[in-house]
């Protein structure tokens, strides 16, 4: 049973347009929301929370927007740069600090 | 550096050998977690530790994983008797606290041959 899915595997966008990428949970129990950016050969890099009681968050060039009542959250980078692609990772927690759920993983690729 | 820390970052071993996996999670980090990524897919959760408490081990896939903090700092997860299937990206991840993100080591990627 996947709590937490990324329905897109793949995504391209131009240099200076705006990524979207989804994520769509089914545990009701989630409230706080995190993603993670995925280089080759290293470790998931925190990039940008959001606790339930938010519908937005935003950090500089992204931005994280969650519908508690779609279930569904989506990050958002504007401008895009081509040192943003990377494996972007959706993850949730029933208490923020608690064991990470996470997603599939969105590969993003920025072309110059 | 002040990240979190895995050794090694590569491990061979032939099916039926025990492995043990160290993680030094960044200075001062109460909490501290065992996450295990497959080919293609998310990492899972194994396990997880706040201080020395083992507080959540039900994500270990079975009786052969077993995994340790005894000074509440380092931690070793050993696999006994690997099978070809434990082959995977094995992450730690250490918070400050409760309430704030986990930050994850680079990982030690483990081949069952």
């Known amino acids: 049973d996947q709590q937490v899915k990324q329905n897109s595997p793949s995504l391209s966008v131009q240099e200076g347009r705006i990524s979207i990428l989804n994520c769509d949970y089914t545990?009701?129990?989630?409230?706080?929301f995190l993603w993670y950016k995925k280089y080759p050969a290293e470790g998931p890099t925190f990039l940008i929370s959001?606790?339930?009681?938010?519908d937005k968050n935003e950090d500089g060039r992204f931005t994280v927007f969650l519908n508690k009542s779609a279930k569904h959250l989506s990050l958002h980078i504007v401008p895009s740069q081509p040192g943003d692609s990377a494996v972007y990772f959706c993850?949730?927690?029933?208490?923020?600090?608690?064991?990470?759920?996470f997603g599939e993983g969105t590969q993003l690729t920025v072309n110059p | 550096g002040a990240g979190v820390s895995q050794s090694p970052r590569y491990k061979v071993a032939k099916r039926g050998q025990d492995v043990a996996l160290r993680c030094d999670p960044i200075?001062?980090?109460?909490?501290l977690f065992w996450y295990q990524q497959a080919l293609g897919q998310g990492p899972e959760f194994l396990t997880y530790?706040?201080?020395?408490?083992?507080?959540?081990k039900s994500g270990l896939p079975s009786d052969r994983f077993f995994a340790e903090r005894p000074e509440g700092s380092v931690s070793t997860l050993k696999i006994q008797r690997t099978q070809q299937e434990d082959s995977a990206v094995y992450l730690c991840?250490?918070?400050?606290?409760?309430?704030?993100?986990?930050?994850f080591g680079d990982g030690t990627r483990l081949s069952i041959l």
């Open positions: 991840a250490s918070s400050f606290r409760v309430g704030q993100p986990q930050h």
């Open positions: 545990n009701s129990m989630f409230d706080y």
């Open positions: 959001i606790s339930s009681i938010k």
């Open positions: 993850a949730a927690s029933v208490a923020s600090g608690s064991r990470l759920t």
């Open positions: 200075s001062g980090h109460v909490s």
């Open positions: 530790f706040q201080n020395e408490a083992q507080l959540d």
